[in-house]
């Protein structure tokens, strides 16, 4: 079945410099390789007139300096801190004005962030969700747009990952939680 562009967005999670990029704090190879996969789809959703979300997961110097458990920074080290490069999305994506940009600071796109209005205001209920870590700001973003009635559809083969089974792991867990995944190839837009 297509998706009706003008109900569908493509969530593009954090393909930023600090994930994607040799040079990146948090960098996996995979997660480059996605640059490739997840453009194609943006370019593909933007030409039939779809919206176009970017995710950009930023952390101020200290977000997590009175933390009793939630700390990325202890977790994962520094990384994506706010007004570095590493934050900055990949020069490889044509970001445009009409594109909405998200800026989160957890792995869930949507918490205490203006998403929701955002595709509410837009008419938005079905998400195809891509790009890195597939585990992580994936899947978590994912499992909230179901919480909040959104369809997401994970695009499977426009993942980063670290590992093939954290990408197996996120792509098998939301196909059974959601009932949905799909890969580029399937996806059609039709009104």
Partial sequence: ???????????????????????????AEPSEAAIGPVSSLVDRARDAGASVVYTRDVHPPEQF?????????????????????DAELVA???VRDEDHVVEKH??????????????DTHGIADLLICGTLANVCVLHTAGSAGLRDYRPVVVE??????????????????????GETTTRGDVAFGG
């Fill in 92 to 94: 490889d994506f044509d």
């Fill in 157 to 178: 083969d426009a993942l980063g990952y670290i590992t093939a089974d954290h990408r197996e792991y996120a792509v098998d867990h939301a196909d059974w939680l959601f």
């Fill in 106 to 119: 957890t792995y869930d796109a949507f918490y205490q962030t203006d998403l929701e209005g955002y595709l």
């Fill in 1 to 27: 079945m297509p998706y009706d562009p003008t109900e569908t967005a493509v969530i593009v999670v954090d393909m930023q410099n600090g994930f994607c990029h040799p040079d990146g704090s948090l960098y």
């Fill in 65 to 85: 300096a009175d933390a009793h458990y939630y700390d990325e920074f202890d977790r994962w080290g520094e990384h994506v801190v706010e007004g570095s490069w």
